[in-house]
């Protein structure tokens, strides 16, 4: 699986911001898909996935009622909805992909792409 993401930019506090990853591969809709981030000086962090069904949501607590993640199985397509953005919220995002839950949760997923850039300026 090859996973591109894309959206990032600079917004002002309380904006939003919707993130996009195109995936590659006829398995998509059998991996859980999901977003992590890295901020500078810090270590990669889960924020949110999705199981294949897009049933089942997961997000850290730093992210919850602000962020919304969904996937269209058809596009190969995961979004990250951003809204209420703040300053710590800036960092690089990934988009990455396993056949499991856990692996995205705890930074150990299979596949991840290159990031986009996310600033929240105060």
């Known amino acids: 699986v090859q996973l591109q993401a894309s959206g990032g930019g600079l917004v002002q506090a309380g904006g939003s911001l919707r993130l996009s990853c195109a995936a590659s591969?006829?398995?998509?809709?059998?991996?859980?898909m999901g977003w992590v981030r890295q901020a500078p000086g810090k270590e990669r962090e889960f924020v949110a996935a999705?199981?294949?069904?897009?049933?089942?949501?997961y997000y850290a607590d730093s992210v919850k009622g602000r962020f919304t993640i969904s996937r269209d199985n058809a596009k190969n397509t995961v979004y990250l909805q951003m809204s209420s953005l703040k300053p710590e919220d800036t960092a690089v995002y990934f988009c990455?992909?396993?056949?499991?839950?856990?692996?995205?949760?705890?930074?150990?997923?299979?596949?991840w792409g290159k990031g986009t850039q996310v600033t929240v300026s105060s």
């Open positions: 591969g006829r398995t998509f809709r059998s991996y859980v």
């Open positions: 999705i199981t294949w069904s897009g049933r089942n949501l």
């Open positions: 990455a992909a396993d056949p499991s839950l856990r692996p995205i949760m705890t930074n150990t997923m299979q596949y």
